[in-house]
């Protein structure tokens, strides 16, 4: 079954809203209050800006549950220059690049620039987020050892990552890409890491096999 997406027609712009990818990270209603407002319904309004003005915030999306098209000729979204994976306080792990992502089911792996991946295990939406490490209590500052395992790479974070989630165990990137810690600080350079899924590594966000011991189900 497709997921539901809905669209919401502007002024040279229209917005695509897919609400299961929605974990509420607020950067559309922050960004353009006049346009993306929760308590309003419809909540999008593309009336209330420029194409331009909104096509920047829902750029900054970090869950790609908003998208854009343009219909006045104005530049679409690309991926970003390098592929940039990014650590979340007690929650997922954002994904931003040139990203392909292998999800359970039929057809050819989903193109994506931006999406939030379940660290907690507990999500019924994996791959994807859906804001139950909150229920669950999942604790992980998302800090980096510098030392930590993982294939490092000095290449370039550049070219298609490839994101599949491993049956029952970890998150398995086929690609080059920055692991960044959740305040910036430590940034590693890897290619063709396995990364935790399940929540219950001690060598997080790496994968250390623990998702055997206990018991992990996940397509």
């Known amino acids: 079954m497709k997921p539901k997406v809905r669209e919401y027609e502007g002024d040279g712009i229209v917005v695509r809203f897919e609400p299961r990818r929605c974990i509420h990270a607020e950067e559309c209603v922050h960004g353009l209050p006049g346009v993306f407002d929760a308590h309003r319904r419809p909540w999008v309004d593309p009336r209330g800006a420029t194409a331009d003005e909104i096509a920047a915030v829902v750029g900054r999306c970090p869950t790609g549950a908003l ?55 507990a999500s019924e939406r994996k791959p994807f987020c859906d804001n139950n490490h909150v229920e669950l209590g999942f604790r992980d500052a998302g800090d ?31 690609g080059r890409a920055e692991l960044r810690s959740a305040d910036g600080a430590t940034r590693i350079p890897v290619r063709n890491a396995a990364l935790c899924r399940c929540g219950a590594s001690e060598n997080k966000p790496f994968c250390d096999g623990s998702h055997f011991s206990v018991g992990f189900e996940a397509e």
């Open 67 to 121: 998208q854009f098209e343009r219909s006045d000729g104005g530049p679409g979204e690309t991926p970003p220059p390098s592929n940039a994976l990014t650590l979340v306080p007690n929650g997922p792990l954002y994904a931003w690049g040139d990203l392909e992502l292998e999800i359970a089911g039929p057809g050819a792996p989903s193109r994506e620039i931006r999406a939030a991946l379940c660290r907690c295990g």
């Open 144 to 174: 980096l050892d510098a030392e930590g395992s993982g294939s490092t790479s000095n290449e370039p974070a550049e070219g298609p990552l490839k994101i599949r989630p491993l049956p029952n165990g970890s998150l398995l990137l086929d």
